[in-house]
T-cell receptor, first 111, second 113 residues
Framework: DGGITQSPKYLFRKEGQNVTLSCEQN?????MYWYRQDPGQGLRLIYY???????QKGDIAEGYSVSREKKESFPLTVTSAQKNPTAFYLC??????????FGPGTRLTVL | QQQVKQSPQSLIVQKGGISIINCAYE??????FPWYQQFPGKGPALLIA?????SEKKEGRFTISFNKSAKQFSLHIMDSQPGDSATYFC????????????FGTGTQLKVEL
């Protein structure tokens, strides 16, 4: 069953902690993306990767970091430098064409 | 700088009616315009997309109308059903640059019986 999985579905973080969100895809897609969704603001691009071992900053990369060591995995770390991390985080992938397919999301809440 | 403006923010339509959501863009380099549908707590799903070389694209009850000169595009949902109640996002991307999508702010659609 092909698709994109994100884990965990819900994540709670204390202030000052780093947390890592998982994104895995078995679609054999080269490109992967991380978006942040806040109420009334649509989706904003955090980081993207077009190929293994390479990634670029999106519009709101400050306070976040990523890695792309494997084609199927693109984890996102929310660092303590991110001042307002509470949001819904969405991972997407693409085969290099224009269509992006999204995972089910992770809702991060800072306590 | 918001490059894709979406309206209305929310919309209520009677069952069987037509839902219309509008988007306007600024960057003339955009050459791909998808619409996504999102249900609460779920990831967005690609609904329909258009390129600027055509003025209209229809898939079932969903139609995109595109006006290149006005830099506007819209989603029409014919015979709207309660199951269509969701948030709809327009987006745009341009060739190269990682095919990054720029999203509108979303429209919450509610279809009433």
């Amino acid at each position: 069953d092909g698709g994109i999985t994100q884990s965990p579905k819900y994540l709670f973080r204390k202030e000052g902690q780093n947390v890592t969100l998982s994104c895995e895809q078995n679609l054999n897609h080269d490109a992967m993306y991380w978006y942040r969704q806040d109420p009334g603001q649509g989706l904003r691009l955090i980081y993207y990767s077009q190929i293994v071992n390479d990634f670029q900053k999106g519009d709101i990369a400050e306070g976040y970091s990523v890695s792309r060591e494997k084609k199927e995995s693109f984890p996102l770390t929310v660092t303590s430098a991110q001042k307002n991390p509470t949001a819904f985080y969405l991972c997407a992938s693409s085969d290099g064409g224009r269509k992006q397919f999204f995972g089910p999301g992770t809702r991060l809440t800072v306590l | 700088q918001q490059q894709v403006k979406q309206s209305p923010q929310s919309l209520i339509v009677q069952k069987g009616g037509i839902s219309i959501i509008n988007c306007a863009y600024e960057n003339t380099a955009f050459d791909y315009f998808p619409w996504y549908q999102q249900f609460p707590g779920k990831g967005p799903a690609l609904l329909i997309a258009i390129r600027p070389d055509v003025s209209e694209k229809k898939e079932g009850r969903f139609t995109i109308s595109f006006n290149k000169s006005a830099k506007q595009f819209s989603l029409h949902i014919m015979d709207s059903q309660p199951g269509d109640s969701a948030t709809y996002f327009c987006a745009a991307s341009f060739t190269g640059g990682g095919n990054k999508l720029t999203f509108g702010t979303g429209t919450q659609l509610k279809v009433e019986l």
